[in-house]
């Protein structure tokens, strides 16, 4: 069975840092991202990396203070979070594409897989 399981989330203060881990079991996968959702607002992109973990991509809202690495030999995708500020806090999901993809690929729906999330607040 496939499965996305996600860790590291938790309460922390602004300016706090926090590091999330995505654990892929039962397959590998090569296309992988992090979005979150904040109370009543939709699924947002907020990073994605190539199966190499070469290439990464971000938002321009965590650009400079997030950082999406993978470990293949884990099968594992972190986001390191730095500088965190309350506008932060949401679930934050891991997600896999079933092929490669680009990793402007930025849609929810461009990812098959998901966890089933890790909440991050951030206080003020």
């Known amino acids: 069975q496939v499965q996305l399981v996600e860790s590291g989330g938790g309460l922390v203060q602004t300016g706090g840092s926090l590091r999330l881990s995505c654990a892929a079991l039962g397959r590998t996968f090569s296309s992988m991202a992090w979005f979150r959702q904040a109370p009543g607002q939709e699924h947002k992109f907020v990073a994605s990396i190539g199966g190499s973990g070469g290439a990464t991509y971000y938002a321009d809202a965590v650009k400079g203070r997030f950082t999406i690495s993978r470990d293949n030999a884990k099968n594992t995708v972190y986001l390191q979070m730095t500088s965190l500020k309350p506008e932060d806090t949401a679930l934050y999901y891991c997600?896999?594409?079933?092929?490669?993809?680009?990793?402007?690929?930025?849609?929810?729906?461009?990812?098959?897989?998901w966890g089933r999330g890790t909440q991050v607040t951030v206080s003020s």
């Open positions: 997600a896999a594409s079933r092929l490669p993809i680009a990793i402007t690929r930025i849609a929810p729906d461009d990812y098959a897989f």
